[in-house]
């Protein structure tokens, strides 16, 4: 079950400020909307298409009678004019995830992720809305091999998504200075927690290894499972994006930051510990072991971050280290399944 959500705004009153959250019914995005909607927010706007956002994730926020929902597109101009009418500050959390997907359709990744991003820049600048944050990613390090990784010190991009991020940066920086806009970008780092999508080819490695592991399943890792990454759970993200919206520290507006734990795991890593937490459920669990397979373009290899930044200018502190927020995700995913199981965890 996942814990209360802790504050993160302090003393500000969330009440006079109205609030956009693009691709508030996906992930990351309808954690956002609870926080804001759980903290009395004045107005709690979603904006999204469904195309990889769920309507089930919006299905508690409907008591609000501050929430609402846009359904529309971020690559419509006119859509994200209507989407920041009256919006003091836009989570911008639409786009079109994914380094496979992206690999597979450069050209839609791109639509999604620059044009869709212009349109909200040019609909905000106009508007006049407060502040923008907006979702950068890690895959922006590209073919740096430096750890921990700095937001200072990049490589080459390895996949057309990581470009669609990058540019996405770039942009933010040029609206900065050109319109005198507040940006805010945060590199996240393989995000995982309750509600992430297991389901589908571009899912995310952590709720499929775990919905794989219940059904008794061998996961499938892309390589020799050596590679690692900067885990990081979704409070932590919530907090980060909570304190980038309402900082009134001009040295940490228009900045992009790390948003991380700052802790390494191997793939390998991964799978032991999700078998641990589920084989005391289900021992026969222990014994599944994975599949190995050839690795994917555009992986990186190693991701660590380096949060010293959001430390300092944003006074970020991440409160769930990966292990934790692994125990809060696996029960989560184990709860979801209760309903609809009668037998074992696994069938062997």
């Known amino acids: 079950m996942k814990t209360q959500l802790s504050s993160h705004h302090e003393d500000k009153d969330l009440s006079t400020l109205n609030f956009l959250v693009t ?3 996906g992930f990351i995005g ?3 909307v609870e926080y804001l909607l759980k903290y009395s927010a004045g107005k709690v706007r979603v904006l999204d298409n469904f195309s990889t956002g769920f309507r089930k994730n919006l299905d508690s926020f409907w008591q609000y009678p501050n929430f609402e929902l846009l359904e529309g597109d971020i690559r419509d101009l006119a859509t994200c004019r209507d989407a920041v009418k009256d919006i003091n500050i836009v989570f911008h959390e639409a786009a079109l995830g994914s380094v496979p997907r992206s690999v597979n359709d450069p050209l839609m990744s791109n639509e999604v992720n620059v044009s869709g991003f212009i349109n909200m820049l040019v609909a905000g600048r106009d508007e006049g809305v407060m502040r923008i944050i907006y979702a950068a ?3 922006t390090y590209g073919d740096s091999t430096e750890l921990p990784k700095s937001e200072d010190r990049i490589g080459k991009p390895l996949s ?3 470009v ?3 540019v996405n940066e770039l942009y933010a920086d040029v609206f900065s200075k050109t319109y005198k806009m507040e940006l805010i970008g945060l590199r996240y780092f393989n995000v995982f927690g309750p509600r ?3 389901e589908g080819a571009y899912s995310a490695v952590i709720p499929r290894f775990i919905k794989m592991l219940m059904k008794g399943t061998k996961p499938v890792i892309h390589g020799d499972g050596n590679y690692s990454r900067d885990f990081t759970y979704i409070d932590n993200v919530l907090q980060m994006n909570i304190k980038a919206a309402l900082t009134d520290s001009s040295a940490a507006i228009n ?5 991380a734990y700052g802790q390494q795991t191997t793939l390998n890593e991964l799978v032991a510990e999700i078998k641990a937490t589920l084989s005391k459920l289900d021992p026969q669990i222990a014994d599944i072991f994975p ?3 050839p690795e994917r373009a555009g992986d990186i290899p190693h991701s660590l971050a380096a949060i010293e930044k959001a430390q300092r200018l944003l006074h970020y502190r991440p409160l769930f280290s990966f292990e934790t927020g692994l125990r809060e995700t696996v029960d989560w995913f184990i709860k979801e399944g209760e309903a609809e199981r009668t037998t074992p965890l696994v069938e062997l």
């Not at 900045?255 to 948003?259: Q, T």
């Open 291 to 293: 599949e190995y397979g």
């Open 164 to 166: 669609t991020k990058y």
């Open 137 to 139: 990613s890690s895959s």
């Open 196 to 198: 992430q999508n297991p």
């Open 255 to 259: 900045e992009v930051y790390n948003v």
């Open 30 to 32: 309808s954690h956002l």
């Open 160 to 162: 057309p998504y990581a």
């Open 23 to 25: 691709g508030g019914a």
